[in-house]
C-alpha cells in the first residue's frame, strides 16, 4: 500500500484507504512484521512513482539527487512518517511491529546518471534518515554504494547470488518478484511457482536472512493511480492472494509448505554465524549444510552433532540427477531444491507441487448460466444478462467547454496546465483554407498531413468536431492525413495521459503532452506552423468537473434515455443503477464491450479500462519452469483484451440502487456490461503415494523424539474451497495410474474401486477436507506399481448448496 502526500503543495492525506498507522496497528495485531518502506520515491508502477505532481512546480528542484528543493520536502515527508510511528508506539523497540525502514528505492539503477550529485545524495539521504533517530535499521534497495550505516538489500526474481556491501550487514531480499505488471495491450505474465519456491529455497540455502515477496497480495489500482506508460488497473501481479482476495493456488499452497520446511530448519539456520558448510555434489549439484558442528558427509550424521539442516540443489535445467550425501541417496529434479531439516529426510522439494490447483470462475450474478470457455485459469461463464436494461446518457462536449478556459500562443506542457487533476487537456486552434488548397488536394489526389514530433500517451484529432483519428505511445510521432474544408476549420487535439511515467532519473523532466513542431503539411503554398498558433486551453471533460460520478451530482446534468437501437457514441457518459448481487464473492464488472473511459461506482473510482488486445502469439500451452524466469516467458491472455473485469469492493456496495457511470472514449456498448462474481468453482489435486509425509507430522507430539519413523507416514491430500463455499461434488476421483491434469483427468488401468465414495465422503459439504494417500484407504488395486490419487472438485457457495440438498 502507498501513502501520504496530498494534491497540494505541504498537504499529507492519510484518511480512508491511506490511513497508515491503522495499517500498521493491524499489521500488529496479526502477530506480523512490518519492514516500513518510506521513500518516499516508491516506482510501484503507481502514477508518478509516488511523488505529487506540485513537487516538479517547485522553482529549482530536480529530482533524487543533491538539490536543496528536493532534499526539503523529502526530509519533512519522512521525518512526519517517522515521528507518526514514534507517537503511536509503533516501532519494534516499542513493542510496534516495524523492524526494518526504508530510504530511497532502487536509486542505485539510475545513479549514474545523476553523476557526483547522485553520490552525494545517498549519502546526504542515509545521513538524514539515521538523524530521525528510529532507533532501527535502515535500508538502501539496489544500492551496492550505500553507506556502511545503511543495509544494501536485494530486488529481482533471483537473490541467492546476492551480497551485501559489507560483511558485517545480513544478506536482505526486500522484493521477490514472484509475477509482473502488466501493460495496456500487452500479453499477462506468470510465473511457475516452482520457479518462485527455486529461487526462495536457494536464497535461503545460500545464507539469505531475510525474504519479502513483491507481491503476496495482488492489489487493484483504483482511480487513477496506475503507473505509467500504459499500465492497466489491475495490479494483481500473479501474486499468491490475488486482487480480489481469493487463494491463487498452487502459488500460495506451494510456497506455504515451502516456508514451512524452511521454518523447520531455523534452529540449523540460527546456529551457524558463518558460512554454510559447503559441499560439491556434481557438476550443476550442491549442498549447502547448517549444522552446530562439522558434518562429514560422506557418511551418515554423527550422534553428536544435536543440530543439522541440508538443502540440496540441482541448478541443471533439464536433467533428474540423484546424488550421495550423508550416507544417502536423494533424487533431485532439474532446476530444484530440497530441503533437509534433519540432513536425512526430505521434507519438501520446489519441483514437486502436491498443493491443489484452483480454477477460478468470472460469473454472472445471475444465478443461472450457460456454455463456458476456459482462459487459462479462469473460467468466463456466458450469458445474455446484462447489468441494466435501463441507461441514461450526457454527451461530452468536444474542446473548449467552460469558464476556466483559456488561450495561449504556442504549445504549453500538459502537466503545466493540467497539474495532473485530470487525464484530459485540451488543445483548440482554426485553420484557414483557401479554394486554392482545395483544388491543389484534388488534383493531386491527396490530404493534408497534420504532423506532431512527438506525443505520448494518446492523442485524439478532431476537424470541425469529428474525430479524424487517434495514435497510442510514449513520445511516437504523429503523422495523420486530416479532411479540412475550405474556410475556417476547427483543429481540436485531446492529449490523454494514462498514467505518469512511474521509474527511470529525472522524472520531472518527462512531462506529457507534446513536443517539438505541430504542423499542418501538403498546402499549396507550404507547411502551416502550428508550433507557435493561438490555441484555446480547456483542462479535464466538463462531466469531471461537474462530478457526474458522484450519486450527490446526478442533478448537475441533461442526462437523457438511451434508445436500445441507438449506435453509440464516443466521448459519452453513460450511468445506470443495479443490485448487489446476494453473497459474500467478490465481484468484477465486465467491461469486455466498452472501449477506453473510465469507471465509477458509487462515486469510488473503480479505475481507467481498456480493450486493447494482446498480440495473437507469444504465449504457449505449457510453461516450463525450468531455467531463469523473465517477465515474458510465461504469458497468457493472447489474442484477447489485456483486462475485460474489474474488481468492484463489495464494500463500496449497498443492498440496491448502486450508482454505476461511465465515461466513453471510444463508441463502446454499454448494453453489453455485466456484473460478475469471482470464485474457486473446480479444485484439484494429484499426490503420490511415494510423495513426503504432511510437513504437520514434523511438529507431532508423537514424533517430535522420534524421527525415525517419519518414513512410516503416508502423504495426504488437502483440498479447500473458498471461505463460505463447501464441496459440492466430486466429479473425479482415482488412486491407482490416472492420467491427464486438472479438468482432463483420465483413469488408468489400474483404479482403486473405492475411489470415488472414499473421497466423497471424506470431502463433500465441507470447506476442507483431507484424505491420506495410502492402501490403507483406498486398498492397493495393483501391487508393485508406484500409484497417485487424483481428485477434481466443484466448490460451490453454502446458500446454494443447502438449496440444492
Not at 519492514?35 to 503507481?46: D, F, K, M, Q
Not at 531480499?173 to 511457475?192: F, I, L, M
Not at 495410502?774 to 490419487?789: E, H, I, Q, V, Y
Request: proline share 5%.
Amino acid at each position: 500500500m502507498y501513502f501520504g502526500m496530498g494534491m497540494n503543495q505541504s498537504e499529507y492525506n492519510f484518511e480512508g484507504r491511506y490511513d497508515i498507522v491503522k495499517f500498521a496497528k493491524l499489521i500488529g495485531s496479526q502477530g506480523l512484521y512490518l519492514h516500513l518502506r518510506i521513500g518516499p520515491y516508491v516506482c510501484a508502477e503507481w502514477n508518478f512513482g509516488g511523488f505529487p505532481v506540485w513537487l516538479r512546480d517547485i522553482p529549482g528542484i530536480v529530482f533524487r539527487t543533491k538539490n536543496k528543493p528536493f532534499e526539503d520536502e523529502m526530509q519533512k515527508f519522512v521525518k512526519k512518517i517517522v515521528d507518526m510511528m514514534k507517537q503511536e508506539n509503533l516501532f519494534s523497540w516499542q513493542g510496534g511491529p516495524i523492524i526494518l525502514l526504508q530510504i530511497e528505492n532502487e536509486y542505485g539503477n539510475i545513479e549514474g546518471q545523476y553523476g557526483q550529485g547522485g553520490k552525494e545524495y545517498v549519502k546526504w539521504a542515509a545521513d538524514m534518515a539515521l538523524t530521525l533517530d528510529a532507533g532501527i535499521p535502515w535500508v538502501m534497495c539496489r544500492q551496492s554504494d550505500a553507506p556502511e550505516t545503511i543495509i544494501d538489500s536485494c530486488n529481482a526474481f533471483y537473490c541467492d547470488g546476492f551480497r551485501p556491501n559489507s560483511y558485517r550487514k545480513p544478506a536482505l531480499w526486500t522484493e521477490d518478484w514472484n509475477g509482473w505488471y502488466a501493460s495496456w495491450g500487452g500479453r499477462v505474465p506468470h510465473r511457475p511457482v516452482e520457479d518462485n519456491a527455486f529461487a526462495v529455497a536457494r536464497f535461503f540455502q545460500r545464507g539469505g536472512s531475510f525474504h519479502n515477496y513483491y507481491m503476496f497480495f495482488g492489489g487493484t489500482n483504483f482511480g487513477r493511480t496506475a503507473g505509467g506508460p500504459l499500465q492497466t488497473t489491475s495490479y494483481d501481479y500473479d501474486a499468491p492472494v490475488d486482487e480480489y482476495g481469493l487463494l491463487a493456488q498452487p502459488k500460495w499452497g506451494h510456497l506455504k509448505d515451502l516456508h514451512a520446511a524452511i521454518k523447520l530448519c531455523e534452529p540449523a539456520l540460527v546456529a551457524v554465524d558463518d558460512a554454510p558448510q559447503y559441499v560439491k555434489l556434481g557438476s550443476m549439484q550442491e549442498a549447502h549444510i547448517y549444522s552446530s558442528g562439522f558434518v562429514d558427509t560422506r557418511n551418515s550424521l554423527p550422534q553428536n552433532v544435536s543440530i543439522c539442516s541440508a538443502f540440496l540443489a540441482n541448478i541443471d535445467e533439464r536433467k533428474t540427477v540423484t546424488v550421495q550425501i550423508f550416507g544417502g541417496s536423494y533424487s533431485l529434479p532439474p532446476w530444484s531444491v530440497s530441503i533437509l531439516p534433519d540432513c536425512k529426510h526430505v521434507v519438501f522439494n520446489t519441483a514437486k507441487v502436491a498443493t491443489q490447483t484452483s480454477i477460478k470462475t468470472v460469473e454472472s450474478a445471475s444465478p443461472s448460466f450457460s456454455n463456458t470457455t476456459g482462459t487459462g485459469d479462469i473460467i468466463l461463464y456466458d450469458k445474455d444478462t446484462y447489468i441494466s436494461k435501463t441507461w441514461m446518457t450526457f454527451h461530452e462536449p468536444i474542446g473548449a467547454w467552460g469558464d476556466n478556459s483559456f488561450t495561449y500562443q504556442g504549445i504549453l506542457e500538459h502537466l503545466n496546465v493540467t497539474k495532473d487533476i485530470s487525464d484530459y487537456l485540451w488543445y483548440s486552434t482554426r485553420i484557414n483554407i483557401t479554394d486554392e488548397d482545395i483544388t491543389f488536394w484534388e488534383e493531386k489526389g491527396i490530404y493534408p498531413l497534420l504532423t506532431i514530433d512527438k506525443a505520448r500517451d494518446v492523442v485524439r484529432i478532431f476537424v470541425n468536431g469529428h474525430l479524424s483519428a487517434s495514435q497510442v505511445g510514449k513520445w511516437v510521432p504523429v503523422k495523420e492525413p486530416i479532411h479540412l474544408v475550405q474556410g475556417s476549420n476547427d483543429l481540436v487535439l485531446l492529449s490523454e495521459t494514462v498514467g505518469l511515467q512511474n521509474y527511470g532519473a529525472f522524472l520531472e523532466k518527462d512531462g506529457a503532452g507534446f513536443r517539438g513542431q505541430i504542423k499542418v503539411s501538403g498546402l499549396k503554398n507550404g507547411d502551416i506552423d502550428l508550433s507557435d498558433a493561438l490555441w484555446t486551453y480547456q483542462v479535464g471533460l466538463k462531466g469531471e468537473l461537474a462530478k457526474l460520478y458522484t450519486p450527490e451530482n446526478q442533478e448537475s446534468a441533461d442526462w437523457i434515455d438511451v434508445q436500445p437501437d441507438s449506435i453509440p457514441s464516443s466521448f459519452t457518459w453513460y450511468k445506470t443503477t443495479f443490485d448487489a448481487p446476494e453473497g459474500d464473492d467478490p465481484i468484477a464488472l465486465d467491461l469486455g464491450s466498452m472501449g477506453k473511459g473510465q469507471a465509477w461506482v458509487n462515486g469510488h473510482g473503480i479505475g481507467r479500462y481498456w480493450t486493447l488486445v494482446a498480440p495473437k502469439n507469444g504465449c504457449r500451452d505449457y510453461c516450463d519452469y525450468r531455467g531463469a524466469y523473465h517477465e515474458n516467458k510465461c504469458t497468457t491472455n493472447c489474442g484477447l483484451p489485456t483486462q475485460s473485469w474489474y474488481h468492484v469492493p463489495r464494500e463500496w456496495l449497498q443492498a440496491s440502487n448502486n450508482l454505476l457511470v461511465i465515461f466513453e472514449e471510444t463508441s463502446g456498448n454499454p448494453w453489453k456490461i455485466s456484473l460478475r462474481m469471482h470464485s474457486t468453482v473446480t479444485i484439484c489435486a494429484r499426490v503420490w503415494e511415494t510423495d513426503y509425509p504432511p510437513l504437520s507430522t514434523w511438529s507431532h507430539p508423537d514424533f517430535v523424539n522420534r524421527k525415525n519413523l517419519i518414513d512410516e507416514v503416508a502423504p495426504e491430500m488437502h483440498l479447500r474451497c473458498d471461505e463460505g463455499h463447501v464441496i459440492s461434488a466430486i466429479t473425479f476421483a482415482s488412486y491407482g495410474t490416472p492420467s491427464g491434469s486438472c479438468r482432463k483427468f483420465s483413469g488408468g488401468k489400474c483404479h482403486a474401486a473405492s475411489s470415488l465414495s472414499v473421497v466423497t465422503e471424506a470431502c463433500q459439504g465441507r470447506n476442507n477436507c483431507t484424505i491420506t494417500v495410502s492402501n490403507r484407504t483406498f486398498g492397493d488395486p495393483c501391487r508393485r506399481t508406484t500409484k497417485a490419487l487424483a481428485v477434481e472438485a466443484t466448490c460451490t457457495s453454502i446458500t446454494a448448496y443447502q438449496n440444492v440438498s
